[in-house]
């Protein structure tokens, strides 16, 4: 099999997927531009600022695909790559992008309110409570996840943390230049050339720590572990800064420049396969129960599905489509262009990071694949050389890509994060409204308000993160992170199937993904309770709260749905779609 044909084939399916499934998913939900969208209706400066598309989904698409279209693929291609493409195929058009469009929907239409709003109106307080504490843990999970990539990245490639250092600063000064001197396209025209010379000029000043503790005494190994942990407490400290400033300062301007530099990463990958046309030399199928990056034996199912999560499906994304995204969003319109886009978007870059190992021998990838970003940054690297350009500075531009889309998936899950906690310890929206229409202010205790404080908020998110992450390596915390991931999708898809069925539409384009999703995640997350219980009491405690929280959930929702139905549709009445 050949790359080239490989991508090509991916490439019109996508598109296919976009024009008719996402058309059909437009009708179905029955999007309207004449409705105003939150970002008008409440628009602070802060959260809910209206933003254009273009803008957005650089936004969006940096947020929700963090190092995941890479790792998932590269990780579950140790059973071949065939399984792990028609996941991605199959996934990304039939049930990753449903959900991001069904949540991003849902929360634009409930005024740029959280997922555990929407879920509230549908399952009751109780419901509300018990989602948005999985939601906590889960992101827990993803900011320790993330931390360890991004640290473990600076470690590899000195020159990419110099650029990423270089970046953040560059991003407040981007938007006020943008806002208030010359407007975005001069800004452009001047900010992202500069973000590509980064590259080369952090070349020449590589923030390597590993040396520098090296040259105080330190042995080799000992230097990296210092290196590690120095980059997790210096990003520590920035995402907590990143999580409180207002999106217009960092978020916006950061992840619109970042943008470009994804777009251009994505563009010189699929220019390079073309150039260089790999026969992928990696057998097609390996095996069911092979040695995965973590060296664990591991059986294809429910693994490929674990493994695999943002290339075809990824629970985060819908935190944060109804966290950040909604706020922004200027048109309903917009919502299959950045939701089930950007979506798809994140499906070309997994099948882009199989090729850039599958065209590795057996040995060659068992070698290399321990580090996925690295692989990944290699493979397209060697592609893009083809073209011309110099093998070592395409993979540091590769690196820093990837780098700048971690960063933004890093501290937007600690905004997250924060959000979800905060709203923990908000009544209900019956309680709430009543207060409202009856013009009560409501007044926390100094207890409340200190809990609640977005400083303590974020403070915690990050504290928790880090004890996750000091329990074991990245490859050791991606499978729980992978499966506590899928398992936030298949409940948001169950509340999207709820909606779905109180509204009589079709809800079986939710309720079959809610199932399979259902299924695989708790499968999943058994078998993590089974393989860690003796080695790390911490990810198989873990494991078994989201387990239990999400029967819960279910049992509720089963319950809740029950009784909506019987409310709406009577006895003798069916609903449509059966």
Sequence with gaps: MNGLLLLTIALAYFAAG?????????????????????????????????????VLFGHHFSSIAGAGPIVGPIAAAYFGWLPA???ILLGCVFIGAV?????????????????????????????????????????ILVVAIFGLMVAGTFVKTPAVATASVIFILM???????SRNVCGLKLASLIFVPLSFLTVWFSGMIPIDLVSLFIERGMDAEAAKSAALWSWMGVLGVYVMLASVISVKWLLQPRDYLSSFLLYAMILGGVLGICCYAPDLKF??????????GNGQPTDMIPALFILVACGACSGFHSLVASGTTSKQIRRESHIRTIGYGGMIVEGI??????????????????????????????????????MGLSGTLASNFISLAISAFMLTTLDTATRLTRFVWQELFTPSWETREKMQNEGITAKKSPVLSFITNIWVASILAVFLAGLMASTGSANSIWPIFGASNQLLAALTLLGVSMYLMTKKLNFWVTLIPTALMMLMSIWGLSDI??????????????????????????????????????????????????
Excluded at 27 to 51: A, H, M, Q, W
Excluded at 114 to 129: H, K
Excluded at 171 to 177: D, E, K, M, N, R
Aim: hydrophobic residues 50%; charged residues 15%.
């Design 529 to 578: 309770i089974k393989a860690f219980v003796d080695k790390n009491l911490m990810l198989a405690g873990a494991a078994g709260f989201l387990i239990v929280m999400a029967l819960l959930l279910v049992a509720l929702s089963v319950i809740m749905l029950h009784r909506n139905l019987r409310q709406l549709y009577g006895k003798g009445e069916k609903p449509a779609g059966k």
């Design 18 to 54: 976009y024009a008719f499934y996402g058309g059909y998913l437009n009708r179905l939900f029955g999007i309207d531009d004449r409705r105003s969208t939150p970002s008008e209706t409440k628009n602070d400066g802060v959260d809910y600022v209206p933003t254009s598309s273009f």
């Design 85 to 87: 493409l028609l996941w």
């Design 283 to 292: 057998p097609v199928f390996t095996g069911y129960n092979v040695p995965i």
């Design 349 to 386: 870059l997994g099948v882009m990071s199989l090729i850039s190992v599958a065209y590795l021998s057996q040995a060659d990838f068992a070698e290399i694949a321990a580090n996925p970003v690295h692989a990944f940054a290699s493979g397209i690297g060697v592609f893009m050389s083809k």
């Design 171 to 177: 991003a407040p000064v981007f938007g006020y230049v």
């Design 99 to 139: 959900h991001d469009f069904a949540s991003l929907f849902l929360s634009v239409r409930h005024g740029g309110r959280s997922i555990g709003y929407v879920i509230e109106r549908l399952m009751g307080y109780a419901g509300r409570q018990m989602f948005l504490i999985f939601c906590w843990v889960s992101l």
